[in-house]
T-cell receptor, first 114, second 115 residues
Framework: EPEVTQTPSHQVTQMGQEVILRCVPI?????FYWYRQILGQKVEFLVS????????KSEIFDDQFSVERPDGSNFTLKIRSTKLEDSAMYFC????????????FGSGTRLTVV | AQSVAQPEDQVNVAEGNPLTVKCTYS??????LFWYVQYPNRGLQFLLK??????LVKGSYGFEAEFNKSQTSFHLKKPSALVSDSALYFC?????????????FGTGTLLAVQP
């Protein structure tokens, strides 16, 4: 069964540092997403990406965040200057046909900002 | 705006007993509804979805869910709980108001199955 792969599984960074979270979505999917889950809490939408551009973003996704699909396979989330409150689990997901056939989530990257 | 509600933060059930994890939804139009499970320190695993058709949807690990349009509910059920079912369960609905129909998640229900 196809999988969404995320790396690293866990990253610890100092406040103010830049981090890049990486994802390899399912190859024939067209829609890509990042979600965030602060420890044990609700899963929150950050951003969606389609046709090589952001199609929707939440209020959480401010200027500190950016996404890229640099080479047609990887899908990255960059946080420019991390804050303590960015500590969370970040999930990448991909989908086809705008969700009719389901969404596949990666196993997540646990980001700890110290 | 589309939303889902999971009214119970935690559900406790004895092993071998039936379990129900509740979810209600609020959407305009026909809902696409999903259940995901999250084991400790793991990602979100897809359990099942309702798009159209039969109101009783069968999914992974013996779980099923019943779509009830009149009660706007999509409760997750299993006839006989296992200790290994203990996890955090999320109900989600596809947001048809946004540009890319992202998922909107409920707050999650922690299922604890006692031996």
């Amino acid at each position: 069964e196809p999988e969404v792969t995320q790396t690293p599984s866990h990253q610890v960074t100092q406040m103010g540092q830049e981090v890049i979270l990486r994802c390899v979505p399912i190859s024939n999917h067209l829609y890509f997403y990042w979600y965030r889950q602060i420890l044990g809490q609700k899963v929150e939408f950050l951003v969606s990406f389609y046709n090589n551009e952001i199609s929707e973003k939440s209020e959480i996704f401010d200027d500190q965040f950016s996404v890229e699909r640099p080479d047609g396979s990887n899908f990255t989330l960059k946080i420019r200057s991390t804050k303590l409150e960015d500590s969370a689990m970040y999930f990448c997901a991909s989908g086809d046909r705008v969700g009719r056939y389901g969404y596949t989530f990666g196993s997540g990257t646990r980001l700890t900002v110290v | 705006a589309q939303s889902v509600a999971q009214p119970e933060d935690q559900v406790n059930v004895a092993e071998g007993n039936p379990l129900t994890v509740k979810c209600t939804y609020s959407v305009s139009g026909n809902p696409y509804l999903f259940w995901y499970v999250q084991y400790p320190n793991r990602g979100l695993q897809f359990l099942l979805k309702y798009i159209t058709g039969d109101n009783l949807v069968k999914g992974s690990y013996g779980f099923e869910a019943e779509f009830n349009k009149s009660q706007t509910s999509f409760h997750l059920k299993k006839p006989s709980a296992l200790v290994s079912d203990s996890a955090l369960y999320f109900c989600a609905v596809r947001d048809i108001g946004g540009a890319t129909n992202k998922l909107i998640f409920g707050t999650g229900t922690l299922l604890a199955v006692q031996p």
